[in-house]
């Protein structure tokens, strides 16, 4: 069974701190993506990956870093949480070159910044 | 700009059939997907359609229309386990995928 996996699935920090979210999946996936979920809104991509190393910037990249140094691995970095940044953070995978295909979500991090 | 557009939420029966619309307007056009998402859980894909026409998967079935930037997502004989959030999201000419904020469905014994 394929599977995206998060590491945690609730978080509080505190203004400033550093935030780590990883996301891990088994299978094989070239694609890998970080999309942020707010009520009222739809799915915004917030970096992406095609290949081990490779990072792209999606739509609202401002605060937010990523690191790909495997390919099953795929991990945002919040430098300095703020309290805008508080939201459910979903990670999702894809076979194949490209944006395109069906995509495999994780069951999501809800992260709150006080 | 880009834009997706489909109810903020639905009622319906179980038994019944409703009807997700999803309307669009994007740069360009490669598919389009529907998923499903509990609350509190993953979004699961439903279907993806890239030409016109109706697409049926058992009780669920996905329709697209490209020179109206329209689909929709229709659901018969509805199960109580239907009641979820059905988000719409088109990929564009840049293979981006553009996503409505979601259908909640509210299912009623």
């Known amino acids: 069974d394929v599977k995206v996996t998060q590491s945690s699935r609730y978080l509080v920090k505190r203004t400033g701190e550093k935030v780590f979210l990883e996301c891990v999946q088994d299978?094989?996936?070239?694609?890998m993506f970080w999309y942020r979920q707010d009520p009222g809104l739809g799915l915004r991509l917030i970096y992406f990956?095609?290949?081990?190393?490779?990072?792209e910037k999606g739509d609202i990249p401002e605060g937010y870093s990523v690191s790909r140094e495997k390919k099953e691995r795929f991990s945002l970095i919040l430098e300095s949480a703020s309290t805008n940044q508080t939201s459910m953070y979903l990670c999702?995978?894809?076979?194949?070159?490209?944006?395109?295909?069906?995509?495999?979500f994780g069951e999501g991090s809800r992260l709150t910044v006080l | 700009g880009q834009n997706i557009d489909q109810p903020t939420e639905m009622t319906a029966t179980e038994g019944a059939i409703v009807q997700i619309n999803c309307t669009y307007q994007?740069?360009?056009?490669?598919?389009l997907f529907w998923y499903q998402q509990h609350a509190g859980e993953a979004p699961t894909f439903l279907s993806y359609?890239?030409l016109d026409g109706l697409e049926e998967k058992g009780r669920f079935s996905s329709f697209l229309s490209r020179s109206k930037g329209y689909s929709y997502l229709l659901l018969k004989e509805l199960q109580m386990k239907d009641s979820a959030s059905y988000l719409c999201?088109?990929?564009?000419?840049?293979?981006?995928?553009?996503w409505g904020a979601g259908t909640k469905l509210i299912i009623k014994p």
């Open positions: 999702a995978s894809s076979l194949g070159q490209g944006h395109t295909g069906e995509l495999f």
């Open positions: 299978m094989d996936h070239e694609n």
């Open positions: 990956s095609y290949d081990v190393k490779m990072k």
């Open positions: 994007t740069s360009g056009f490669n598919g």
């Open positions: 359609n890239v």
């Open positions: 999201a088109v990929m564009d000419s840049n293979y981006q995928l553009i």
